[in-house]
């Protein structure tokens, strides 16, 4: 079955313990990227990755990094989380042809609370 | 820069009434416009989609269609059931870009 996972669901943490969720896709897209969704803002992008080794900035990239090695993961890290990471993450990955992207499809996302 | 605005929630409706729900945007070249839906828990899925000015999208009776002139991309449906209910976003990609924008969300509730 084609998806997109992320682990762990939820997590609740505290200030300053770093942590990663990871993201792992079985499509063989190129494009993954990043979100957090949160109330009255909607879905930012954090981060995203045109493929293995490139990696861009999005809307709110601060206080988060990516990593991409591999082209089916692709995991966030909070190196030193802070209250106002709390929020809903979601994963996502998408292929990219004829200079159009394709539908992403989301993984079910990871509810997160730094206390 | 690029952007994507849709109208406020929430929004309540009875069975079988019609549905429209505004989305606008300002976008750098040519966006791919996107109708996204997602269901209490779960993460998003697509609706449907257009990729060129005038193009409709279409998916499960809901539409719309990508207006260059009013850089709108309004979704429609014209006899909405309870199982509608969730929260619908718009969102674009630029063909300049790499990054996708998303709306703040309407949130629809259907009622028997």
């Known amino acids: 079955e084609a998806q997109v996972t992320q682990n762990p669901r939820y997590l609740i943490t505290v200030t300053g313990k770093k942590l990663t969720v990871t993201c792992s896709q079985n499509m063989n897209h190129e494009y993954m990227s990043w979100y957090r969704q949160d109330p009255g803002l909607g879905l930012r992008q954090i981060y995203y990755?045109?493929?293995?080794?490139?990696?861009d900035k999005g809307d709110v990239p601060e206080g988060y990094k990516v990593s991409r090695k591999e082209k089916r993961n692709f995991p966030l890290i909070l190196e030193s989380p802070s209250p106002n990471q709390t929020s809903l993450y979601f994963c996502?990955?998408?292929?990219?042809?004829?200079?159009?992207?394709?539908?992403?499809?989301f993984g079910p996302g990871t509810r997160l609370t730094v206390l | 820069g690029n952007s994507v605005t849709q109208m406020e929630g929430p929004v309540t409706l009875s069975e079988e009434a019609f549905l429209t729900i505004n989305c606008t945007y300002t976008a750098t070249g040519y966006p791919s416009l996107f109708w996204y839906v997602q269901y209490p828990g779960e993460g998003l899925q697509l609706l449907l989609k257009a990729t060129k000015a005038d193009d409709k999208g279409s998916n499960k009776g809901f539409e719309a269609t990508y207006r260059k002139e009013t850089t709108s991309f309004h979704l429609e449906k014209g006899s909405v059931q309870v199982s509608d209910s969730a929260v619908y976003f718009c969102?674009?990609?630029?063909?300049?870009?790499?990054?996708?924008?998303f709306g703040t969300g309407t949130s629809l509730t259907v009622i028997p």
């Open positions: 969102a674009l990609v630029s063909n300049t870009g790499n990054q996708f924008y």
């Open positions: 990755s045109m493929n293995v080794e490139v990696t």
């Open positions: 996502a990955s998408s292929t990219h042809s004829g200079g159009a992207y394709n539908e992403q499809f």
